[in-house]
Antibody, heavy 118, light 108 residues
Framework: EVQLVESGGGLVQPGESLRLSCAAS????????MSWVRQAPGKGLEWVSI???????YYADSVRGRFALSRDTSKNTLYLQMNSLRPEDTGVYYC????????????WGQGTMVSVSS | DILLTQSPSSLSASVGDRVTITCRAS??????LNWYQQKPGKAPKVLIY???SLQSGVPSRFSGSGSGTDFTLTISSLQPEDFASYFC??????????FGGGTKVEIK
């Protein structure tokens, strides 16, 4: 059974940083395309970033230059480093498995809440 | 960016009703269109991928259709557990994907 467990969320002030983690079991992070999707309170879903099996990373325009996605194969864990956080980055962040070629999200974590406020 | 417009944004329906939700793309996405269900406080769950393929384990009362710019999610007979929000998502512009604004299905 695939499990994705996010952690690292919390309350920070604008301009501060956070690092989210996604510990995977039942799948190998480096063998899969892995994304982060976020959801502002009461709002819709927004794709944030993806890491390909080969290590290439891509970002939504709203976070490019501020967020960095990486993985640790020894820990089978995905990381999202979030810098220069803004109030509009507030929301639940989900770690998801992105199905190759068809590109839909078939496995989701439970999410971790990030709040950016002064 | 490819914009997805869902309609309606909310609807009220009764158990047993046939429900249809539409998703219109701002440009041709072929069949790179997926549908998700989300219940309050929970992560979304994929229902339909590639416009019309039913995800394993999803009840057959859910179906999807369409191609190009116009897509439909249909629930043939609404069940109590189907009251939730539904989102479409396009992956034509992968790696960057976008979601529709969502449709909330409420009990009449």
């Amino acid at each position: 059974e695939v499990q994705l467990v996010e952690s690292g969320g919390g309350l920070v002030q604008p301009g501060e940083s956070l690092r989210l983690s996604c510990a995977a079991s039942g799948l190998t992070v480096s063998d899969n395309y892995m994304s982060w999707v976020r959801q502002a309170p009461g709002k819709g879903l927004e794709w944030v970033s993806i890491i390909y099996t080969g290590g290439s990373t891509y970002y939504a325009d709203s976070v490019r230059g501020r967020f960095a996605l990486s993985r640790d194969t020894s820990k089978n864990t995905l990381y999202l480093q979030m810098n220069s956080l803004r109030p509009e980055d507030t929301g639940v962040y989900y770690c998801v498995r992105d199905v190759d070629s068809v590109w839909y999200f078939d496995h989701w974590g439970q999410g971790t809440m990030v709040s950016v406020s002064s | 960016d490819i914009l997805l417009t869902q309609s309606p944004s909310s609807l009220s329906a009764s158990v047993g009703d046939r429900v249809t939700i539409t998703c219109r793309a701002s440009q041709n996405v072929r069949t790179y269109l997926n549908w998700y269900q989300q219940k309050p406080g929970k992560a979304p769950k994929v229902l339909i991928y590639s416009a019309s393929s039913l995800q394993s384990g999803v009840p057959s009362r859910f179906s999807g259709s369409g191609s190009g710019t116009d897509f439909t999610l249909t629930i043939s007979s609404l069940q109590p557990e189907d009251f939730a929000s539904y989102f479409c998502q396009q992956s034509y512009s992968a790696p960057r994907k976008t979601f529709g604004g969502g449709t909330k299905v409420e009990i009449k």
